[in-house]
Nanobody
């Protein structure tokens, strides 16, 4: 079955950290560009970070210096390490796989940053 399953979301205080994981199955993971998106209520879904099969990454300006995307091809898993979290980071975070413009989406995991 082709699927992406996110985990690691939760409630964290401002300034805290979380690691999100996305486990992929049913795809040739190494040739997919993997991305993390987020969507907050009333807002459009936005790209947070992406990483190619070769390890090249890019980030939204709002998270540069705070978030790090990485992948472990042996584990078919992509990670998002989030540091110095802010309330405006609160959103559902979704994992995405992209190969030749074919998109696969996870269900999402909720991240809430609040004191």
């Amino acid at each position: 079955q082709v699927q992406l399953v996110e985990s690691g979301g939760g409630l964290v205080q401002p300034g805290g950290s979380l690691r999100l994981s996305c486990a992929a199955s049913g795809i040739i993971f190494s040739i997919n560009t993997m991305g993390w998106y987020r969507q907050a209520p009333g807002k459009e879904r936005e790209l947070v970070a992406a990483i190619t099969g070769g390890g090249s990454s890019n980030y939204a300006d709002s998270v540069k210096g705070r978030f790090t995307i990485s992948r472990d091809n042996a584990k078919n898993t992509v990670y998002l390490d989030m540091n110095s979290l802010k309330p405006e980071d609160t959103a559902v975070y979704l994992c995405n796989a992209n190969r030749s413009w074919r998109q696969i989406w996870g269900r999402g995991t909720q991240v809430t940053v609040s004191s």
